[in-house]
Nanobody
């Protein structure tokens, strides 16, 4: 079975930092693009960042660019999201997503980890 397990969320003060991990199992990790999506109460899910399977190219939504850094360790089947200068607007449940394309596109999701930034 495919499993994505997020960890590292928590409670921080405005301006603080967190490092989240998404440990994957049961899938071809090195062939999967991995991303983070967040959902705040009463809001739609918002893509935050992703990293490709090939050259490791990255993408960030405008509101986090320059503050968040995504990286991957293909030896550990793990993706990291380093979050610095956190703001109360970053408060949300953060989900890890793995997308693999082999003839069709398949998406897998983790259970989510809560990030709360106090003002």
């Amino acid at each position: 079975d495919v499993q994505l397990v997020e960890s590292g969320g928590g409670f921080v003060q405005d301006g603080g930092s967190l490092r989240m991990s998404c440990e994957c199992s049961g899938l071809a990790f090195d062939k999967s693009a991995i991303g983070w999506v967040r959902q705040a109460p009463g809001k739609v899910r918002e893509p935050v960042s992703c990293i490709s399977s090939g050259d490791g190219s990255t993408w960030y939504t405008d509101s986090v660019r320059g503050r968040f850094t995504i990286s991957r360790d293909n030896d550990k089947d793990t993706v990291y999201l380093e979050m610095n200068r956190l703001e109360p607007e970053d408060t949300a449940n953060y989900f890890c997503n793995a997308q693999i394309t082999i003839r069709t596109v398949t998406n897998y999701w983790g259970q989510g980890t809560q990030v709360t930034v106090a003002s």
